[in-house]
């Protein structure tokens, strides 16, 4: 049986692997781990193709460790429990990885089952997903996992494995057939940083294609919905980043075809993260209810789809647009986090404090519901974070708030 060709490619060492220098090049964090011997439980998440599977192949055979692989999309708790009861009688000095792909295809309960045997070190779990872990993995798995981010790789770190695709190719094949430095890099950005994408596309290409690889061959072998070939690897990878700022600039037609371009490209999930952010970070207090609307938008997306998809995230979109703006709060937060970041902010006053409070005023007892009193630590008290916008909730709420602070200053 003849293997696939992105299979025959797949790197044997940390040093073979396309991009992810972060997690396996000179330095990085992986690679240190496996230098050092030391292989924790992990979780492993970012786009297909970036290398996830080829690396835990690579990390068992580095550690002398006894491999098993289970994909969660098609395997039971039973196969779980199979491979679990066998690592009690298999000989393997220096312990047994189990590789769980797609984890996020388990429920809660099937994720529990994993437990026990992290704890006791029977096995090292390295399990893998597209989505974002902390929002799709047990808490207690995750919390007995290290999570590392695979991210997608770029053209220029694509390339050397195309151009080994080709000279395989050739060799199986006696011929020598060529593609240029620029339509390699064009398949790649096209692929979106999916290595084993671009190895079928270059593959194909290479089937179809007599002495030269061709523009017209790659460009009818990649899917629309994936993106746009282009020669010179000019994609147009700031869509997400267009949608912001068009309804942060409260432009709806440009928000909407923004959207529109995302959506065609098959992303629906970046699409209703953005949003959700949006929502926060550039409507925020001027108008609270467009963050509550824009996660029903797009909780009913994520429900029913796509193409239906579309209809409540466009409608998100035009609210988000035409909505009043505010980075009163995003810009409170950031304030804070940099008296944080100088180490400020660590003696919290006593009253505050658990179990006793001594000395808390209850603002309940008080007219308006409010009784001065410091919450800041004390190195921090006066600081001033948050401004209200200039809009007419904010305003309405400023006005509200000089107000009780007034009255508890007259009444004092």
């Known amino acids: 049986m003849i293997k696939p060709l992105a299979d025959r490619l797949r790197p044997t060492n940390l040093d073979e692997v396309a991009g992810q220098e972060h997690l396996v090049g000179k330095g990085g964090i992986l690679r240190r781990l496996t230098d050092n011997g030391r292989i924790p439980n992990m979780i492993f998440f970012g786009p297909p193709g970036t290398g996830k599977t080829t690396v835990a192949k690579i990390i068992a055979t580095i550690c002398g460790m006894q491999l098993f692989m289970l994909n969660a999309t098609t395997a039971s708790t039973a196969d779980v429990k199979e491979i679990l009861s066998n690592t009690e009688n298999i000989f393997s000095e220096n312990g047994t990885l189990l590789y769980l792909d797609e984890i996020q295809s388990f429920n809660k309960k099937q994720q529990q089952s994993l437990l026990e045997f992290m704890e006791d070190g029977r096995i090292t779990l390295i399990a893998s997903t597209t989505e974002n872990p902390y929002y799709y993995v047990y808490n207690a798995l995750l919390s007995r996992s290290s999570v590392f981010e695979f991210k997608s790789v770029t053209p220029k770190d694509c390339i050397p494995t195309l151009r080994r695709a080709l000279a395989l190719l050739n060799s199986d094949f006696n011929t020598a057939k060529t593609a240029d430095e620029e339509l390699l890099y064009g398949v790649a950005a096209a692929c979106g940083g999916d290595v084993r994408m671009a190895i079928g596309v270059i593959e194909n290409a290479f089937y179809i294609c007599d002495e030269v690889i061709t523009d017209e061959?790659?460009?009818?072998?990649?899917?629309?919905?994936?993106?746009?070939?282009?020669?010179?690897?000019?994609?147009?990878?700031?869509?997400?980043?267009?949608?912001?700022?068009?309804?942060?600039?409260?432009?709806?037609?440009?928000?909407?075809?923004?959207?529109?371009?995302?959506?065609?490209?098959?992303?629906?999930?970046?699409?209703?993260?953005?949003?959700?952010?949006?929502?926060?970070?550039?409507?925020?207090?001027?108008?609270?209810?467009?963050?509550?609307?824009?996660?029903?938008?797009?909780?009913?997306?994520?429900?029913?789809?796509?193409?239906?998809?579309?209809?409540?995230?466009?409608?998100?979109?035009?609210?988000?647009?035409?909505?009043?703006?505010?980075?009163?709060?995003?810009?409170?937060?950031?304030?804070?986090?940099?008296?944080?970041?100088?180490?400020?902010?660590?003696?919290?006053?006593?009253?505050?404090?658990?179990?006793?409070?001594?000395?808390?005023?209850?603002?309940?007892?008080?007219?308006?519901?409010?009784?001065?009193?410091?919450?800041?630590?004390?190195?921090?008290?006066?600081?001033?974070?948050?401004?209200?916008?200039?809009?007419?909730?904010?305003?309405?709420?400023?006005?509200?708030?000089?107000?009780?602070?007034?009255?508890?200053?007259?009444?004092?």
């Open 217 to 412: 061959a790659v460009r009818s072998l990649i899917p629309s919905v994936v993106g746009h070939f282009d020669r010179n690897g000019d994609m147009h990878y700031n869509f997400l980043s267009c949608l912001q700022k068009s309804i942060r600039g409260s432009d709806p037609d440009a928000a909407v075809f923004y959207l529109a371009k995302i959506l065609a490209s098959g992303d629906l999930l970046s699409a209703c993260r953005r949003l959700m952010v949006i929502a926060s970070e550039d409507i925020g207090c001027a108008y609270p209810m467009a963050a509550a609307i824009t996660y029903a938008c797009c909780e009913s997306a994520k429900a029913v789809g796509l193409p239906e998809a579309a209809i409540p995230l466009a409608n998100a979109a035009c609210i988000l647009a035409t909505s009043p703006k505010s980075n009163s709060s995003y810009m409170a937060y950031h304030l804070a986090s940099e008296d944080i970041s100088k180490g400020l902010g660590n003696d919290i006053p006593e009253h505050l404090k658990s179990p006793d409070f001594k000395g808390y005023l209850y603002p309940h007892d008080y007219p308006n519901s409010y009784v001065e009193q410091a919450y800041l630590p004390k190195d921090l008290i006066g600081r001033r974070y948050y401004s209200f916008g200039n809009n007419k909730t904010e305003q309405a709420a400023k006005a509200y708030y000089d107000m009780i602070r007034k009255n508890a200053g007259e009444n004092s």
